[in-house]
């Protein structure tokens, strides 16, 4: 075949054309959307699912080849503390992978195992709270696939950002595969930007002020700064929770230890067909020790958690944060030997020749994970900075639950969990000093449920971006938030935020939290945590944005019981506080409600607004008998008792509402009924909207 000149010569300007597009140096076109999500970490993932279901064309930037961010990179287990604690899109997730489970593996052992033994809350795979990486991959890549406004860009990470006035406008990416090596630039412009990474570098791009590091010790922070304690419970002798000397809680720019989590898996025999042949390099057997490996995931598989003398790496967890990508790559090989060396310690000195990378796992990377394990990166300065304090039941808390957060868009639960931030030199370690692990803090006991002040997502100098999940706080705060079931929660209220910022034309900083608040109600995702409330309760918007008021709240096992009858001490506060009556207290007037009682402001007030109105709707039972104590402090010589724990009707309630809304409520009933209180809360809450 003959090939004519003017045809060879438009060839070689399209061959032209493309070398030039491809170059790696020159950027590709721009691409507009709503919404430029970087990361497509669980966190950002949420995010793009929501903006999408709010009718915003958004795109994902994730730098490996999968999404899930740690969840399909290595840590395939649900750090949930309890499984009630997950709503909105991670609970999607969740019960996407029980569903997959109980479809396609019931015959797994782990899978059967967890099946029959309900029980088991933590870490389940009936439960889906456990789980294979590449399964993790897919529920994730499909969950995304059904929202067409989302497009997902695979192996790319950010290198700069754009800044229109005061305002991020977009990022300019690169292409990075599983070796580390940079490739063509690309640059995406949106209406508002989510840096949803585990380094949150735009910070670093768009001149944000953050935090990297630890702070001193404070009256906030009584764990911050340099510490020894008894960490993950490996000192014996001492009681839980113990501080050693040589705690000086001073600050510095360290941070707790990163690493690849393996995925493991048991072949049953030394005939492992990922059996190490030789050491990585710069590999000591004093860094490790191992127990007994063993599956915790179905096919066999092992999530290879080494905390401290295993996988866990310290001493480069801040310079990798600070590093560029080329950098990173080359420390990334220092965490990888580490973490290999660790498996290769299990497979001869540890005994358990079994044991192996899992085959079937990042098979196009060497069965190694995509990320390392970056527990904790930049900490922006945002509108609202998380301290200890924010997170602990006792500092500034009730005793079983976190400081209340009327502007709360997510919930945590996990408790305070720092890995070694100074590892030791040898096994053989003491509890403290020199070669001592320094820096490890597990406090099980103090944090109750918390929530999350939007502002922490917010940066205080910059418009048009959003950080859920390097958030405003401090180091000790974020060793609790770190887990992807909260940042997938901060990753959901984000994506709406974005979306409704971008309806009203108004800053992030500007928007009316409740309005995120109720879309992230509409879209399941708790603000207040219950055990026995959950998404699709039809109590639970009323009993979340009560609840957000201080009118409600939870026994000490964290439930409600929705259909067990209201007492008239609870239904008091709920109306006192649902409808934002100021507290008015004259005396101490009943027998039964002492000054100390949870309910006595709330009666006090009730009987006082009862004594202003024409009608009074208060009832309460004088005894006929004197005493002196009562003729001198109630001045009628009677004692006076108002039932404070009698269970509320129908009847009763109408009477109170009627009288302090001081009108009509139509249609409500007038029985004998009790009154539940599921039905307390939605009747309050819908009165309160009607008002």
Known sequence: MKISLP???????????????????????????????????????????????????????????????????????????????????????????????KSSLSSDPLVKFHTNNPDIKTWSSALGQCWEPRTAARIYSEMVAEIPLITVKYNQVAISAKIKGNKVSGVTTQERDNSGRLGKKHEYTGKVIIDATYEGDLAE???????????????????????????????????????????????????????????????????????????????????????????????????????????????????????DWEERRKIEEIYRNFSLGWLYYAQTEGGQPNIGLAEDEFTDNNNLPYRLYVRQGRRIEGL??????????????????GPLHAESIAIGMYPIDVHNVQNPTTRNAGPYGEGAAEGDVVLMDVTGPYQIPYGVMVPKNRDGILFPVCISSTHIAISSVRMEPVWSSLGQAAGIAAALSIDQNIQ??????????????????????????????????????????????????????????????????????????????????????????????????????????EVPFFDYETKNYMNYWWMVRSGNGSPVYAYPEKSMTWEGANRILSGLLKKD?????????IITKRDAAILVYELSNSL
Do not use: C
């Not at 430029?36 to 994730?62: F, L, Y």
């Not at 409520?665 to 009924?673: E, F, H, L, Q």
């Open 384 to 401: 609202y900075t998380l301290t200890e304090s924010d997170l602990h039941k006792d500092l500034l808390g009730n005793g079983f639950r």
């Open 665 to 673: 409520i139509s249609g409500m009933r007038k029985t004998k009924d």
């Open 7 to 101: 045809v060879l010569s438009k060839l070689a300007r399209v061959v032209l054309i493309v070398v030039l597009l491809y170059n790696g140096n020159l950027p590709a076109q721009n691409t507009d959307y709503d919404v430029v999500v970087v990361g497509g970490t669980p966190a950002g993932i949420a995010a793009a699912i929501s903006a999408g279901r709010m009718g915003k064309k958004v795109i994902i930037i994730e730098q490996s080849p999968v999404l899930g961010g740690m969840l399909s990179s290595g840590v395939s287990r649900l750090d949930d503390l309890i499984v009630e604690a997950n709503s909105g899109v991670m609970e999607e997730f969740r019960r996407k992978v029980a569903s997959y489970h």
């Open 508 to 613: 992030l900083r500007d928007l009316d939290i409740k309005e995120i608040q109720n879309e992230l109600l509409r879209q399941s995702s708790m603000l207040f945590f219950y055990k026995d409330i959950p998404g699709n309760a039809p109590e639970f918007t009323a009993v979340q944005k009560l609840s957000l008021l201080g009118a409600i709240d939870s026994d000490y096992n964290y439930d409600l019981n929705p259909d067990q009858p209201i007492s008239f001490s609870d239904f008091s506060r709920l109306v006192v506080e649902g409808f934002d009556v100021p507290v008015s207290i004259t005396a101490e007037h009943f027998e039964d409600v002492p000054r100390g009682h949870p309910g006595f402001k709330y009666i006090e007030t009730l009987y006082d607004m009862s004594t202003q109105s």
């Open 205 to 323: 791009f768009a001149q944000i002020p953050y935090r990297i590091g630890r702070e001193a010790r404070s009256p906030e922070e009584p764990h911050a700064g340099v510490i020894y304690t008894d960490g993950f419970g490996s000192k014996p002798g001492v009681l839980k929770g113990t501080i050693f000397p040589g705690s000086t809680g001073e600050a510095d720019n360290k941070s707790q230890a990163f690493a690849f989590r393996l995925a493991g898996k048991d072949y049953g025999t030394v005939d492992n067909p990922n059996l190490l042949k030789n050491p990585p390099p710069d590999y000591d057997p004093e860094n490790y020790k191992v127990g007994t490996l063993k599956p915790n995931l179905p096919n066999n598989k092992v999530d290879m958690l080494g905390i401290n003398y295993g996988s866990d790496m310290t001493g480069y967890s801040t310079k990798f944060i600070l590093a």
